[in-house]
């Protein structure tokens, strides 16, 4: 006997918890999960032969994302996938994406996006690679005082925060368009409560002219994500690179779009900039056409950050 393929249902939960946390060192997945309102109807399950278990799991997450003319299109957003151990090599993941791609279409998703380190488990179903980039190097001496003041978000910055990331990100292809329920459970899963972040204040006005996102993890400091006026950009990274020394590291990575504005602020935090090309982004089209997502997922300036993964 085969496993069934079928839709999730609110029983399933104690399930599906389980078999993510078997396969994933993130406890964040259950509440990214319950953002859906329709979560059940977007899981898409293996069922043992037995009837008594779940085998694997797929979820679409429909999400808002900026076409290549920065336009808001409906994309499926491909997550939580995870095989019991004992389960894998048998085409669980393969199936349950058939199904994903079902409803999607019903959905009238326009394409379907989706990160993975295992390219190969979706090059099969017709997802392909695009390729992406971020900068990395030493860290830079630290620079003279700068024009800005710059100190650590607190939950009072939440709402001219999200100002900023709207303003910053208005047309910007790959960007998917944030919700308060995002602001309020999606970005804090991933980056943490809103004070592990950075804010830069104008020296004259003290409202908020930019924000960024860093994390000091392993051997390097990640610059994830920034909002906000190329002009403090600079005095962020300087800062940054202060807290990376402060805490051991030499080195960091900077996942910001490649942009002239960007380039010029580098040497603030990296003292030996030098670009690396990845590919773990995949995309697979659906109402909208091949060229037209390849022209997204390329586009000039095309990000998808961190903060909005499913």
């Known amino acids: 006997m085969t496993a069934v393929i079928r839709t999730a249902t609110a029983?399933?939960?104690?399930?599906?918890?389980?078999?993510?946390?078997?396969?994933?060192?993130?406890?964040?997945?259950?509440a990214l999960h319950a953002l859906d309102p329709d979560r059940h109807r977007h899981t898409f399950v293996a069922q043992n032969a037995s009837g008594d278990g779940i085998d694997a799991v797929v979820v679409y997450v429909p999400r808002l994302i900026r076409d290549a003319d920065g336009t808001p299109r409906r994309v499926g957003g491909i997550g939580s996938v995870a095989t019991r151990p004992e389960a894998r090599g048998q085409g669980l993941v393969r199936r349950l994406l058939v199904a994903a791609?079902?409803?999607?279409?019903?959905?009238q998703c326009a394409w379907s996006l989706l990160f993975t380190g295992t390219p190969g488990v979706y090059r099969g179903s017709g997802w392909q690679e695009f390729e992406s980039s971020y900068t990395e190097g030493a860290l830079a001496p630290s620079?003279?005082?700068?024009?800005?003041?710059i100190r650590e978000a607190t939950a009072r910055d939440a709402a001219?925060?999200?100002?900023?990331?709207?303003?910053?990100?208005?047309?910007?292809?790959?960007?998917?368009?944030?919700?308060?329920?995002?602001w309020a459970v999606r970005v804090p899963a991933w980056y943490g409560p809103l004070d592990r972040s950075l804010v830069a204040e104008d020296p004259?006005?003290?409202?908020?002219v930019g924000w960024m996102?860093?994390?000091?993890?392993?051997?390097?400091?990640?610059?994830?994500?920034f909002a906000g006026a190329l002009e403090c950009l600079g005095e962020l990274f300087a800062a940054v690179g202060e807290r990376g020394r402060a805490a051991g590291l030499g080195r960091a990575r900077v996942r910001l779009p490649d942009a002239p504005g960007v380039r010029?602020?580098?040497p603030f935090l990296l003292a030996d900039a030098r670009p690396v090309a990845e590919q773990v982004g995949m995309a697979r089209p659906l109402h909208a056409s091949a060229d037209a997502v390849r022209a997204t997922v390329t586009a000039p300036g095309a990000v998808h950050w961190y903060g909005d993964c499913f």
Do not use: K
């Open 204 to 208: 004259g006005s003290g409202a908020l």
């Open 143 to 149: 620079p003279a005082a700068g024009t800005f003041r």
């Open 160 to 182: 001219e925060v999200a100002a900023l990331h709207h303003a910053y990100n208005a047309n910007r292809p790959l960007g998917s368009l944030r919700a308060p329920e995002d």
């Open 11 to 30: 029983a399933d939960d104690p399930a599906l918890a389980a078999l993510w946390q078997r396969c994933f060192d993130a406890p964040q997945i259950v």
């Open 213 to 225: 996102v860093a994390q000091y993890e392993g051997e390097c400091v990640e610059v994830r994500e």
């Open 264 to 266: 010029a602020a580098l």
């Open 101 to 107: 791609e079902h409803t999607m279409r019903a959905e």
